[in-house]
Structures are given as C-alpha cells and as structure tokens.
C-alpha cells in the first residue's frame, strides 16, 4: 500500500512538473540554448533570468566545466562581431591589393592567406556578462589591484552567485518571440587545452607545447617561434589572448623580454609591422586582437591546423625538460632604469639613452672627494626627463666675503634635459639627445648624443659628449663639418648665471663614451662599467683631480622598496658612493575607508511624486545626500510633466567627480519615484552655476542592478549648459549666517634652497584658516600663523632699494618671517558672481598675501567643457609693514595680468598659462607656466618669468624660475578628499617678476565648468 502511495506520488509530481514546464514554454519570454556538456537542454524562462538561475537550470556539475571559457551569446551580438570579422576580411583582401600594386608578391599572398584565415576564425557574438564590464579603473582601486582586470566576457558559478556585477539579467522578448541566447558551456575534460595556438600574421596557424616552467621567451626559443614568422611580421613582441578573452602583450626578444609567461590554452596572435604598411592599415594589429577574444571555446583551435602541430616533436615529460639556456640571459623584472650619479638615468659618470616610466620620481645622493651631488630626477613624459640637480663643490667657498656667506661651500645648481629620438626596437637602440646645465653657471654644462640597447641582462650604452662631456676630445666634433662655429667653445657664462646659453651647445672639444649595465644572476645586483669622457681637468674644483684611468667600475644594490645603494670606483683613484629613493607620480594611489559604501540597487523609498514634494520627505532626501554622497543641495526643481528633478548643489568629498556623481545617483535611484526619469545636478561654486550633469535614470538603474547586460553607468551621463527652465521650484534653502566660522588647523613649511646664506632655508609652523560666508557669492577668509621653528635669521640679502632699479618686494622676506612668532598671513573679503554662462567675475579686499595687502578684481570667460579659457585681474597692492600686523608701508603699485589658459588636444593633461602684464616691482612682461597632471592627480609643473629688468639689474639668476609640485590629499590619507597641497621650489628669492600671491582665484573657482584639478 505504501509502496503504490509513492508511486502515485512520484507520478503526480511528473505529470505536475510536465504541466509547469509546458506552461513556462507557453509563457516563455527567454530561451537559452545550452552548449558544451553531454546534456545540453535548452532552458525556457517567464521573464528575464539572471545569470546564475541560468547555471542553476543547465543541469551541470561546476566543476566540470572550463569557467574561463564559459560565453553568453545573442543573435544580436553575433551578427555584430561576424560583421567586424568580414569588414576585417576585406581589409586585408585590399592590403593584399596594395602589395600586388607594390610588386611585393610574397606579401599580397600572405595578406591572401591571413584573409582566408581570419575569415575561417569560430568568434561568436559574446555578450560581456563579467564584472570587469561594469567595474573600470581608475575609479575602483582596492589595495592596488584594479578591477578593471577582471574579465567581462566570463563570469563563474559563485561569482554569478554572490556578485551582482557578475550576475546581469537577461532582456526578454515576448511569448511570441522569445528572446533567444546560447550559453557556451566548455568542459574540462572536452575542451580545456594547453597547448599554444600561434594565430594572427603568419603564413598558416600553427601550435607550440605549453612549458609551464618557461618564461615567454624561454618557450619562443624552445619552439623555433621566431624562425616561422614571416618578414613582414613583429620579432619582438605578441599578443595573447587568454581563455578569459583578456589581452597582453608579451615580449619575446632579448632587448625587451622581462619573464613574462604565455597563459595555458592561449591563442598567440602574430603582429604586423605596421612600419611597413601604409597607414590606412596601422590598426589592423588592434582589430585582430578585439576579434580574437570572441573565438569560440568549445573550438579551441582550428581544425585545419592540426597537421602543423609541433606536439610529436617534444616526448620528454615536462619534469624532464629545462627550459634552454638564452644568449645574454634574461631579467627576472621589467628592467627599471638606474641613475648616475647626477641624477639623472645613466651609467655612472656617463649619461645613457634609456627612459625610465613615465611619473618615475626619483632623488639621488652621490658623494666623493671633490663634489657632493643632490638631485630630483621626473620622467615627465615618456620622451623627456628632466632633472634639478644642487652640485657642492667641497674645495670652494660660496664667496670670498665670510660676513656674507660664511664658511658655507659653493652650491652650483643644474637643470638638464634628455629628449628621446627613437625607442628602441628589435634592430634600433633607444637613443636620446640631452643637456647639462641647462641654466646654470655653466660649470658643469655639457650636450651629447646617447644610445642604448639591451641585450639580455646586458644593456650597452655608446655615445658622444661635447662640453663637460666632451673635455677628454678623442674625436673631431662631427659639426664642424658643416660650419666653423663648431669648432670652437667660449669658457664661463653671460649675465648673472641661470640663462639658455644656446650658442655654447655642440660646440668645441668633442668626445665619445661607452659603457654597459649588467644585471646579476642575484637579482638585486647590478653591476656598471664605463669609458669616461672626462679627463678631469680644469675641474670647477679648481684643485688637481688626477686621471690614472679612463675607466669607471661600480655596483647597484636595489633594496626593494623604491630603494637602491651605490657604490663606485672612478678616476682610477676615487670613491663614490650614494643612493636613491624614487616612487612613480604616476601610479600612486591609497585605498580608501569610505564610512558610506556604495548604495545597492532596491525599490526606490517614495513611491509617488506627492510624497517626494513634502518638506519632511525633501529634507529627508537632502540629508542623505550629504550623509551618503557628500554632496550639499540648496535647491530641488520638479518639471512640469514631473518626470525631470534638478538638484542645485555641490559635491565636497570626492576628487574623482565620476565617483561623486555615482553616489548621488545611487541615492536618486534609490530614493525618488520610478516616475522620474531624469536626474540633473547642477555643480555650483555658490550661486555660480558651473555645469549640469545629466543623469538618464532608467539607464543608471539597468547598471547598478545589471538589469541588462550591456548598461554601464557611464552611459547614463552626460554634461551640458545649465538649464534654463528647471520647472517649478519645490525647495531652497535660503542663505542664513552661521554661528561660527569654519576654521581648519594644518602645518606649514616655508623654504629655500641654494642661498648663500644657508643652502637651505625654512620655516615651520602651523595655519589657522577661518571661513566665513556674508552671503551664497560672500565671505571672509584669514589665515593666522604661528611659527614654530626656522632659520631664516640667517638670510642677508642687501641689494635693492625702493628707489632703485628694483624696489624690495620680496627680499624682506627674512623681516617677515621672523618679524614676529604670530602673524596675519592673509584675511580679506572676496565676493564672487557669475555674468552670464560663459563670464565670471571677482572682487576683493585686504591683505591677500603676507608681503602685501589692497584691492581688486578679476574677470574670466571660460566655455563649458572648452580647452582653453582667458582672464585678466587688475590689483592696486601695498606693502605691509612686517613690525606691524596691520600696517603698511610707503610703497604700492598697480599690478595685473592678462592670461591666457590652453590645455593642448594633443596633451589632454597638460595646462600652460602665459600671464602677461606689470609684476610687483613695476617692471613689465609675461610669465609662462606648464603644468602636467599624471593618472594619480598629482601635478608637475615649472614657470618662468621674463620683464624688462636686464640680467644685471635682477641679480644672480638673470630672471625668476622655479617649479612646483601639487598633490592630491586624498593619496596621502585612508579618507577621501578634493584638496591638495603645493610644495615649490625656486633657486633664489628675487624681487622681479613677482605676481600678487592671490590665493583665491577664479580659475581654480570654476575649475568644474571644465575640470583640471578635479577628474
């Protein structure tokens, strides 16, 4: 009786499930094909699935199947990605034209077969289902790795399971057109390889075993790889594409392998030489690449190709086979490019070709007998270093006058240039054309001609010096060939030292160097043999410094941790020891504690539009945004078919506007009615609209819940004019004083370097800010100080007078600083509006700066999202008196600029600013400033400043100079924020070409209309 129960049970349970699954197929809105395993089932869904009921149907044991071949694919994505494929066909069946036109029969028939080759490739139409399609770097860093590496085309059982962005939803068609996909599926055991298929620009695809133990280049030897490309194909360098469909590029050849490994089951896509074709077709390279990452996994080679398969030629186990011995050897690293003992990146005495990354910031101490070095050296752009360099000439006094300089030795101070010619390649080293002393005194001032190649663990370093660098004269200088100017160099420098003394260069005695870097089997040690260029005569030292051999030896120890010692033995005769500390401007970064993580998606709270317009509702709204988004709103608009709300505010917290407006829209869309379509916040800078970001609600939505596949957050924004009809206004704060101002405590530290007082002067203490607003577009700000510590007691500097060529606007600077313990920095009421949408202006008065104080004002025209802007302020400035807070002294001056700010297309992250107009001291011209701002926000930048004060009349220094860095806050510490600190440098404090330091300004004031120091 029990028994028949169950059975009657089981079959109700049948004949149930039956009917359920009929009704899904009748009601089917989604059907997924499933390929891969034994039982392939094609799955009907009611709805839009995600990703992982999808798993959870298909009937699989997760470990059996292959994850990081696993693919969605969709009719609509198909057609796209065979499309690519044909147009990619036809460009090469036309290249292979061309080549017949050219008579270069071989290459018109080989672009003939990669034609027929790429046409026959299994891509499929994968949908990017993975984190790494909503989840992009820079803006989500965790502990330095970005997650912008994880995959988008593949997404795993748990991942699916646990993470939202890897679980997007499946759009649905109708029950009378189902939505239709195929869920590639690999199996372990079926499809999962490991061998190495070569594919891309060769003759036939062929295959090469797998050597787990290799490193790429290691493999390429073992696998006679570079013996089957063909002429026309890159020796050096491929891609891999990995199951995952991640691409790399590796690097196969001694000059620039560094241990890299291929990926199992990879497909090796053989580049192009793009050098040699024409240049309609330079990103072919790139197209073979986007389309390999769609090939088809459950086919993971071409089935043609199996015949040239090298896997019969290797037997041995891979226990058995060491991986073979290379020519040179080969880096366990990238190789990171040391520095010489100037500083800059070279041998030891001797400069090189090399570049070291882009943003590698470095400071290097050299020390021996004669001279002691000091230097920062910055790769601002992959082509050109710079370095600022202080020389201490031990044998010599900074003057002959004790009272003025006392015992201190004479500091020389250098600024070179390298600029790279060629990068190296397969054939060609890496040569560089650099100079010595830019702008200093000349006593160290020389040019040359470098090039390097590595090969291996070996990089070799020839070239030619004239100048310093050339004073060994071994050879004729190549230029006097074409005139005779060449042949003869002029000793000393002209003005007051710090000029471009340009018609010194490649002149005179010329001399040629050579050298070599070699890295050890330990991997730390390096070790650094060169042929000097110097013969060490008529040294800046002014004693004997004795030659007994031309060649220098010396050792680098890296210590890990951006840390490296040196040791050396030059001259024959000489010591030298040092070291260098260096990080990369570029990549820092600092995790982050964010005490408001991310919202996730839900139900939004008010469910209709009359909620949202309740005061109580409205506040509520207003203090989660600044709880949750720090963003302050003052305003909230409602359109008239109630379907647009527009938020007047500001953002204060994030640097990265990107992850600001993400916040706020994860609240909105959290928050307010499914009714409203749109979001627009509107970035003030107090009642100064600056620019309106648009957010499309409904695409923001399908993002943050990957209710479709394809959404990303990015698409839902975009920036535009303010708008002018918001609709009807349901809230404003209105202005209201504050019980107290805002005040902030930091340290300060006031320096100089190089004087002849002391070679380095300062100032350490702490600011008092205090902010306080009048009204939206009002306040006052003051900073108060208190010095703690310094030295500048020992500043002495006497030329000038008021009535003078140059009157002392900043050479008081000892009776400033040290005037008195407490003093008022600045403190001045600044008011600030907006003309119309393109025209800003400014007022102001007080004491803007500590030397001086007064009024005036500021007009700037600066279009939406333009690279280029135009200001010009206009300030009456009077002297403070230093023994009296408040007072002033009898000088004033009318001073104010006209400047220009471009930010060049082709140097998207550089600003240069040419401010022309009356500086400090009366005296007229222009000052040009460059700035550069790397990934991580941090800005370089130098300036100059040229009047119509003679070098004679301006002193030592012909004219002012200096640099500066700025760095975001927010790299520095665990929390997040939008402000920066400025560190600057300039050789000497003089009094021509000095600007009113303004602190406040409009530039920097509407900084979002087109953003700079913010991202």
Same mark, same amino acid.
């Given at each position: 009786?029990?028994?028949?129960?169950?059975?009657?049970?089981?079959?109700?349970?049948?004949?149930?499930?039956?009917?359920?699954?009929?009704?899904?197929?009748?009601?089917?809105?989604?059907?997924?094909?499933?390929?891969?395993?034994?039982?392939?089932?094609?799955?009907?869904?009611?709805?839009?699935?995600?990703?992982?009921?999808?798993?959870?149907?298909?009937?699989?044991?997760?470990?059996?199947? %292959?994850?990081?071949?696993?693919?969605?694919?969709?009719?609509?994505?198909?057609?796209?990605?065979?499309?690519?494929?044909?147009?990619?066909?036809?460009?090469?069946?036309?290249?292979?034209?061309?080549?017949?036109?050219?008579?270069?029969?071989?290459?018109?028939?080989?672009?003939?077969?990669?034609?027929?080759?790429?046409?026959?490739?299994?891509?499929?139409?994968?949908?990017?289902?993975?984190?790494?399609?909503?989840?992009?770097?820079?803006?989500?860093?965790?502990?330095?790795?970005?997650?912008?590496?994880?995959?988008?085309?593949?997404?795993?059982?748990?991942?699916?399971?646990?993470?939202?962005?890897?679980?997007?939803?499946?759009?649905?068609?109708?029950?009378?057109?189902?939505?239709?996909?195929?869920?590639?599926?690999?199996?372990?055991?079926?499809?999962?390889?490991?061998?190495?298929?070569?594919?891309?620009?060769?003759?036939?695809?062929?295959? /090469?075993?797998?050597?787990?133990?290799?490193?790429?280049?290691?493999?390429?030897?073992?696998?006679?790889?570079?013996?089957?490309?063909?002429?026309?194909?890159?020796?050096?360098?491929?891609?891999?594409?990995?199951?995952?469909?991640?691409?790399?590029?590796?690097?196969?050849?001694?000059?620039?392998?560094?241990?890299?490994?291929?990926?199992?089951?990879?497909?090796?896509?053989?580049?192009?030489?793009?050098?040699?074709?024409?240049?309609?077709?330079?990103?072919?390279?790139?197209?073979?690449?986007?389309? =390999?990452? +769609?090939?088809?996994?459950?086919?993971?080679?071409?089935?043609?190709?199996?015949?040239?398969?090298?896997?019969?030629?290797?037997?041995?186990?891979?226990?058995?086979?060491?991986?073979?011995?290379?020519?040179?050897?080969?880096?366990?690293?990238?190789?990171?490019?040391?520095?010489?003992?100037?500083?800059?990146?070279?041998?030891?005495?001797?400069?090189?070709? !090399?570049?070291?990354?882009?943003?590698?910031?470095?400071?290097?101490?050299?020390?021996?007998?004669?001279?002691?070095?000091?230097?920062?050296?910055?790769?601002?752009?992959?082509?050109?270093?710079?370095?600022?360099?202080?020389?201490?000439?031990?044998?010599?006094?900074?003057?002959?006058?004790?009272?003025?300089?006392?015992?201190?030795?004479?500091?020389?101070?250098?600024?070179?240039?390298?600029?790279?010619?060629?990068?190296?390649?397969?054939?060609?080293?890496?040569?560089?054309?650099?100079?010595?002393?830019?702008?200093?005194?000349?006593?160290?001032?020389?040019?040359?001609?470098?090039?390097?190649?590595?090969?291996?663990?070996?990089?070799?370093?020839?070239?030619?010096?004239?100048?310093?660098?050339?004073?060994?004269?071994?050879?004729?200088?190549?230029?006097?060939?074409?005139?005779?100017?060449?042949?003869?160099?002029?000793?000393?420098?002209?003005? !007051?030292?710090?000029?471009?003394?340009?018609?010194?260069?490649?002149?005179?005695?010329?001399?040629?160097?050579?050298?070599?870097?070699?890295?050890?089997?330990?991997?730390?040690?390096?070790?650094?043999?060169?042929? &000097?260029?110097?013969?060490?005569?008529?040294?800046?030292?002014?004693?004997?410094?004795?030659?007994?051999?031309?060649?220098?030896?010396?050792?680098?120890?890296?210590?890990?941790?951006?840390?490296?010692?040196?040791?050396?033995?030059?001259?024959?005769?000489?010591?030298?020891?040092?070291?260098?500390?260096?990080?990369?401007?570029?990549?820092?970064?600092?995790?982050?504690? &964010?005490?408001?993580?991310?919202?996730?998606?839900?139900?939004?709270?008010?469910?209709?539009?009359?909620?949202?317009?309740?005061?109580?509702?409205?506040?509520?709204?207003?203090?989660?945004?600044?709880?949750?988004?720090?963003?302050?709103?003052?305003?909230?608009?409602?359109?008239?078919?109630?379907?647009?709300?527009?938020?007047?505010?500001?953002?204060?917290?994030?640097?990265?506007?990107?992850?600001?407006?993400?916040?706020?829209?994860?609240?909105?869309?959290?928050?307010?009615?499914?009714?409203?379509?749109?979001?627009?916040?509107?970035?003030?800078?107090?009642?100064?609209?600056?620019?309106?970001?648009?957010?499309?609600?409904?695409?923001?939505? &399908?993002?943050?819940?990957?209710?479709?596949?394809?959404?990303?957050?990015?698409?839902?924004?975009?920036?535009?004019?303010?708008?002018?009809?918001?609709?009807? /206004?349901?809230?404003?704060?209105?202005?209201?004083?504050?019980?107290?101002?805002?005040?902030?405590?930091?340290?300060?530290?006031?320096?100089?370097?190089?004087?002849?007082?002391? %070679?380095?002067? +300062?100032?350490?203490?702490?600011?008092?800010?205090?902010?306080?607003?009048?009204?939206?577009?009002?306040?006052? =700000?003051?900073?108060?100080?208190?010095?703690?510590?310094?030295?500048?007691?020992?500043?002495?500097?006497?030329?000038?007078?008021?009535?003078?060529?140059?009157?002392?606007?900043?050479?008081?600077?000892?009776?400033?600083?040290?005037?008195?313990?407490?003093?008022?920095?600045?403190?001045?009421?600044?008011?600030?509006?907006?003309?119309?949408?393109?025209?800003?202006?400014?007022? +102001?008065?007080?004491?803007?700066?500590?030397?001086?104080?007064?009024?005036?004002?500021?007009?700037?025209?600066?279009?939406?999202?333009?690279?280029?802007?135009?200001?010009?302020?206009?300030?009456?400035?009077?002297?403070?008196?230093?023994?009296?807070?408040?007072?002033?002294?009898?000088?004033?001056?009318?001073?104010?600029?006209?400047?220009?700010?471009?930010?060049?297309?082709?140097?998207?992250?550089?600003?240069?600013?040419?401010?022309?107009?009356?500086?400090?001291?009366?005296?007229?011209?222009?000052?040009?400033?460059?700035?550069?701002?790397? &990934?991580?926000?941090?800005?370089?930048?130098?300036?100059?400043?040229?009047?119509?004060?003679?070098?004679?009349?301006?002193?030592?220094?012909?004219?002012?100079?200096?640099?500066?860095?700025?760095?975001?806050?927010?790299?520095?510490?665990?929390?997040?924020?939008?402000?920066?600190?400025?560190?600057?440098?300039?050789?000497?404090?003089?009094?021509?070409?000095? /600007?009113?330091?303004?602190?406040?300004?409009?530039?920097?004031?509407?900084?979002?209309?087109?953003?700079?120091?913010?991202?």
């Amino acid at each position: 009786m029990i028994t028949r129960t169950l059975k009657l049970t089981a079959i109700a349970f049948a004949v149930a499930t039956a009917a359920t699954s009929a009704y899904a197929q009748n009601q089917a809105t989604v059907a997924v094909k499933i390929q891969g395993p034994e039982k392939a089932p094609e799955l009907q869904f009611a709805g839009s699935p995600r990703l992982h009921q999808v798993y959870e149907n298909a009937q699989i044991k997760p470990e059996e199947i %292959f994850w990081p071949g696993v693919r969605l694919v969709s009719a609509e994505k198909h057609n796209e990605i065979i499309q690519k494929q044909k147009q990619l066909t036809q460009q090469l069946y036309k290249l292979e034209r061309y080549f017949q036109q050219e008579g270069q029969r071989s290459y018109a028939q080989l672009a003939n077969r990669i034609a027929s080759q790429i046409s026959n490739w299994p891509v499929v139409g994968a949908e990017p289902i993975g984190r790494g399609h909503v989840e992009q770097g820079p803006k989500d860093v965790t502990l330095g790795v970005d997650i912008n590496k994880k995959s988008s085309l593949t997404s795993y059982y748990d991942e699916a399971r646990l993470n939202i962005n890897a679980n997007p939803q499946l759009p649905q068609g109708s029950k009378e057109q189902p939505a239709r996909y195929q869920l590639l599926m690999p199996t372990i055991e079926k499809h999962q390889t490991k061998h190495l298929q070569v594919i891309g620009a060769v003759w036939m695809p062929f295959t /090469m075993s797998y050597h787990p133990h290799f490193t790429a280049r290691e493999t390429a030897h073992k696998e006679n790889f570079k013996q089957r490309l063909e002429a026309i194909t890159h020796k050096d360098k491929v891609l891999q594409v990995t199951a995952q469909g991640d691409i790399q590029e590796i690097a196969i050849d001694p000059y620039n392998a560094h241990s890299q490994k291929f990926s199992a089951g990879a497909k090796i896509l053989a580049l192009f030489n793009t050098k040699k074709l024409p240049k309609e077709f330079k990103n072919i390279n790139t197209q073979m690449a986007e389309l =390999a990452k +769609y090939w088809n996994p459950l086919q993971p080679t071409l089935h043609e190709t199996s015949h040239f398969t090298t896997l019969g030629k290797y037997t041995q186990s891979e226990k058995e086979q060491q991986p073979p011995m290379l020519i040179f050897g080969e880096a366990d690293k990238k190789p990171r490019p040391s520095t010489s003992d100037y500083g800059s990146v070279g041998l030891l005495q001797m400069p090189s070709g !090399r570049h070291a990354e882009q943003g590698e910031f470095s400071f290097t101490y050299s020390d021996q007998e004669e001279y002691r070095r000091w230097a920062l050296n910055l790769q601002l752009f992959p082509w050109l270093e710079a370095t600022l360099r202080y020389n201490d000439i031990r044998t010599r006094k900074y003057s002959q006058f004790e009272e003025f300089s006392g015992d201190q030795t004479y500091k020389d101070r250098g600024v070179d240039l390298k600029l790279r010619l060629t990068e190296e390649t397969r054939w060609i080293p890496e040569t560089s054309v650099g100079i010595r002393d830019l702008a200093g005194t000349g006593l160290f001032a020389g040019e040359y001609v470098a090039a390097s190649k590595r090969l291996g663990n070996f990089d070799f370093t020839a070239g030619i010096g004239w100048g310093y660098l050339g004073k060994n004269n071994n050879i004729n200088n190549p230029f006097c060939e074409l005139t005779d100017e060449f042949c003869n160099r002029t000793g000393g420098f002209s003005g !007051r030292g710090g000029s471009f003394e340009v018609d010194k260069w490649f002149k005179g005695n010329t001399a040629w160097f050579a050298g070599l870097e070699y890295q050890t089997p330990w991997d730390p040690l390096s070790i650094k043999v060169e042929y &000097d260029s110097n013969n060490y005569k008529n040294e800046p030292s002014t004693v004997a410094m004795p030659q007994d051999s031309r060649w220098n030896y010396g050792l680098e120890y890296d210590l890990g941790n951006n840390m490296s010692l040196k040791a050396s033995y030059e001259r024959g005769n000489t010591i030298m020891f040092g070291f260098t500390l260096r990080t990369n401007l570029a990549n820092a970064k600092q995790p982050k504690i &964010d005490s408001h993580r991310k919202r996730p998606p839900a139900p939004p709270r008010l469910q209709s539009v009359e909620q949202l317009k309740q005061q109580d509702e409205l506040n509520k709204l207003r203090t989660t945004m600044n709880a949750e988004a720090s963003t302050w709103v003052r305003e909230l608009a409602l359109s008239e078919d109630e379907q647009t709300l527009t938020l007047y505010g500001s953002q204060y917290r994030y640097r990265d506007s990107e992850l600001g407006l993400e916040k706020i829209s994860r609240v909105l869309a959290t928050e307010v009615p499914d009714s409203i379509k749109t979001y627009q916040f509107i970035d003030q800078s107090g009642t100064m609209n600056l620019a309106q970001n648009n957010i499309d609600a409904e695409i923001f939505k &399908d993002a943050m819940g990957r209710r479709t596949i394809n959404a990303t957050t990015q698409q839902a924004y975009s920036r535009s004019e303010v708008t002018d009809n918001p609709g009807d /206004m349901i809230y404003k704060k209105e202005f209201e004083f504050a019980d107290l101002p805002t005040v902030s405590v930091k340290p300060y530290l006031d320096q100089s370097f190089g004087g002849p007082e002391d %070679f380095y002067l +300062y100032q350490l203490g702490v600011d008092a800010r205090v902010r306080y607003s009048l009204s939206r577009n009002t306040f006052v =700000a003051g900073t108060a100080s208190l010095r703690v510590i310094d030295n500048y007691d020992k500043f002495n500097y006497t030329t000038g007078t008021e009535t003078g060529a140059l009157p002392r606007v900043r050479t008081y600077v000892r009776e400033y600083v040290t005037g008195s313990d407490v003093f008022l920095r600045n403190l001045q009421v600044i008011h600030r509006r907006q003309l119309a949408d393109n025209w800003f202006a400014a007022g +102001y008065v007080g004491y803007q700066e500590q030397m001086f104080g007064g009024f005036g004002g500021e007009l700037l025209y600066r279009e939406l999202d333009s690279n280029w802007a135009v200001g010009l302020d206009i300030n009456y400035a009077k002297q403070r008196d230093w023994e009296n807070h408040f007072g002033f002294r009898d000088y004033d001056v009318i001073t104010g600029h006209l400047t220009g700010y471009w930010r060049p297309n082709f140097m998207p992250n550089s600003l240069v600013r040419v401010a022309a107009g009356q500086f400090l001291a009366g005296d007229r011209g222009a000052l040009v400033a460059f700035d550069h701002k790397f &990934d991580s926000g941090i800005i370089v930048g130098a300036y100059a400043a040229k009047t119509n004060v003679s070098a004679e009349e301006y002193g030592e220094g012909s004219f002012t100079k200096g640099f500066y860095i700025s760095i975001p806050f927010d790299i520095l510490q665990l929390r997040y924020s939008p402000g920066r600190g400025t560190i600057g440098w300039s050789p000497l404090t003089r009094d021509g070409g000095q /600007m009113l330091g303004r602190e406040f300004s409009l530039f920097g004031a509407t900084d979002k209309r087109s953003p700079y120091y913010v991202d």
